[in-house]
């Protein structure tokens, strides 16, 4: 099911059930893990995008591997919040996806998520083009991921 609001996300969860983030990008899939205390977001890995049927079956091994119970998708709005095309097809994907894995799906504002991101890595990683763009789309997820989390804490703190 895809929901649109945390406090709707939030009446499907279990005390201890684990998220994965996800950053759909249009050559690949960026994939983060939540801890059991959904406290820490980490990076897990990206995926190369292919044929959806691919796909789905990749994020099904992966969520039964790691015992997910719910995910948090990156929805990229425009920086005004008006939904474009990429918005249309992450929200695309989202319908299909639920139809292929029964785990509540949430969509969540992700502007600057990549943006963020890259600008640590410069900065503070001191990363080379190359080694960012092989870390760049699990390391938004992870930022997607910890958004939410962040959330769901305040929420309930």
């Known amino acids: 099911?895809?929901?649109?609001?945390?406090?709707?996300?939030?009446?499907n969860l279990k005390q201890y059930d684990r998220l994965m983030g996800i950053d759909l990008g249009t050559k690949t899939i960026?994939?983060?893990?939540?801890?059991?205390?959904?406290?820490?977001a980490s990076p897990l890995e990206t995926l190369a995008k292919g044929k959806f049927s691919k796909d789905v079956a990749k994020l099904k091994a992966l969520i039964e591997k790691e015992e997910v119970s719910a995910i948090v998708l990156g929805?990229?709005?425009?920086?005004?919040?008006?939904?474009?095309?990429?918005?249309?097809?992450?929200?695309?994907?989202?319908s299909n996806l639920?139809?292929?894995?029964?785990?509540?799906i949430l969509l969540w504002d992700e502007r600057l998520s990549t943006v963020a991101?890259?600008?640590?890595?410069?900065?503070?990683?001191?990363m080379t083009r190359k080694r960012r763009a092989e870390v760049v789309d699990r390391a938004a997820a992870a930022y997607i991921?910890?958004?939410?989390?962040?959330?769901?804490?305040h929420q309930h703190g």
């Open 75 to 94: 929805l990229p709005r425009e920086m005004d919040g008006t939904e474009g095309k990429r918005c249309q097809a992450t929200k695309a994907f989202a």
């Open 1 to 11: 099911m895809v929901i649109r609001e945390l406090e709707e996300f939030a009446k």
């Open 117 to 126: 991101v890259e600008r640590v890595l410069i900065n503070e990683a001191d």
């Open 145 to 153: 991921l910890q958004g939410a989390l962040d959330a769901l804490e």
């Open 30 to 40: 960026g994939l983060a893990l939540s801890d059991v205390m959904r406290m820490v």
């Open 98 to 104: 639920s139809r292929e894995i029964d785990l509540p």
